[in-house]
């Protein structure tokens, strides 16, 4: 896009970028910890007051209700702010703030507040969800390598002039086999789940109607419902590699990358401790992280993620759940941690202010359609509002109100039934001109 950039946590979510995230993010969606006033910069630069994390915690939630008659034919416009759900880091905003000089740390500290910074290393295992077959499957090359994962047994797979070898199961184990002048052949059989690896620690995965090159090894794990899922477990270093380039340009501002980088991190590590003793710790979609494996690294975002080697934030001793998104539009929303803090964010409209504040038309047949039975829209309602940033911050509650009733609900769900980028907005109402109403 350069659009959204995404989210992690996944609300995640790099232009475009994605899970919820923007630039997903959902993210994608990501939380971070340490407070920090991040406001003095270099001489020169501007200097950009923010409201300071006990002001915007004071902020109380709005309830007086707003409301729009639309009698007839009627136009709404809808204006907003944001793309994502707004916890945590701003991806756009981050950019902001590295374009106005402050540090990697120092964005991750600002959006973050509370928490601390601390190591993080070991690998992850990551769901690879385009891969829908019964086994796992990679293009044959020399130093390819079988586990049993129950007995933690290494062979080497022999150079017998296959094409493919695969992993299908057998019951509670593993048959491995080759393919030879299109056939299949069993090779041997081995206890438990079994993973792939090589030698030079890439493996081509053969996916539907496609090839990915992924590091590390290749599992075949038992799935709840009894089937097998392919798993990719790697170093997170090397995860990240596969992870921060779909998430933010990796031709951004290196500190932007590098913030976002410790953000992927941390979020991976979060979700790792979250799943312990599950068959994998992440999915590689914006429910998640997107992640792409070898084929979407690039040198710059490699290099924005050397540049914080290992360095991760933590709440009460553990990985912080830091969600991120591609926008908050000027105010970040709480978030389900305490270092997930609504406050105002004078970075995120600096970068690009498509996305800090936008507007859509749709018109009252879209709105009926969507509650068939109810009748003509008459009227909208906003009950609430989180009580943070312009008319009152992002919608909590409000209704429909149509000559059947009256519907209640809240932001999010407009913001998903209408394709709206976030659920802070405010409408208008007009007379619809005669056309098709344009989204």
Request: proline share 6%.
């Amino acid at each position: 896009m350069v659009p959204p950039i995404r989210r992690s946590g996944p609300d995640r979510c790099g232009p475009p970028v994605r899970s919820e995230v923007l630039l997903p993010t959902l993210g994608g969606d990501a939380d971070m910890r340490r407070s920090r006033t991040l406001l003095a910069l270099a001489a020169g630069a501007l200097l950009l007051p923010v409201l300071p994390a006990s002001a915007a915690a004071a902020a109380e939630p709005r309830r007086a209700a707003e409301t729009w008659s639309t009698p007839g034919a009627t136009a709404i416009t809808i204006t907003g702010h944001g793309f994502g759900h707004g916890h945590g880091l701003s991806q756009y905003g981050a950019l902001g703030a590295a374009e106005q000089g402050l540090t990697w740390r120092q964005i991750d500290e600002f959006y973050y507040p509370g928490t601390t910074w601390g190591t993080i290393g070991g690998k992850v295992r990551v769901l690879i969800t385009a891969d829908t077959g019964r086994d796992v499957q990679v293009v044959a090359e020399r130093g390819l390598k079988v586990t049993s994962l129950a007995r933690q047994r290494t062979r080497r797979l022999p150079a017998n002039a296959a094409k493919k070898w695969r992993l299908v199961a057998a019951g509670d184990d593993t048959s491995v086999q080759f393919s030879k002048r299109g056939r299949w052949k069993t090779w041997k059989k081995v206890r438990g789940g079994a993973e792939f690896s090589s030698v030079d620690r890439v493996l081509t995965l053969v996916l539907p109607g496609a090839r990915r090159d992924y590091r590390g090894t290749l599992q075949s794990v038992a799935a709840r419902s009894g089937k097998r899922q392919t798993v990719n477990k790697l170093s997170m270093e090397a995860y990240l590699r596969g992870v921060v380039p779909q998430e933010v340009p990796a031709l951004w501002e290196p500190d932007a990358v590098s913030a976002q980088s410790v953000a992927a991190r941390t979020y991976a590590a979060f979700e790792r401790q979250a799943r312990k003793g599950e068959r994998y710790d992440l999915c590689d979609t914006s429910q998640c992280q997107v992640y792409g494996g070898v084929e979407v690294e690039h040198p710059a975002a490699t290099a924005a993620i050397k540049a914080t080697a290992r360095q991760g934030l933590h709440h009460d001793g553990r990985p912080a759940f830091t969600q991120f998104s591609a926008s908050n539009g000027g105010f970040s929303s709480a978030g389900s941690m305490p270092y997930l803090v609504a406050q105002a964010d004078p970075y995120d409209g600096l970068a690009n202010p498509r996305y800090s504040t936008w507007a859509t038309t749709i018109d009252d047949t879209q709105v009926e359609r969507q509650w068939p039975g109810m009748g003509d829209l008459t009227g909208i309602e906003v009950v609430a509002r989180d009580g943070n940033g312009e008319w009152g911050g992002r919608v909590t509650e409000m209704a429909f109100v149509f000559t059947g009733g009256r519907v209640p609900v809240d932001g999010d769900t407009v913001r998903s039934y209408f394709g709206l980028y976030s659920d802070w907005f405010t409408f208008g109402v007009s007379p619809r001109q005669k056309g098709p109403a344009r989204q």
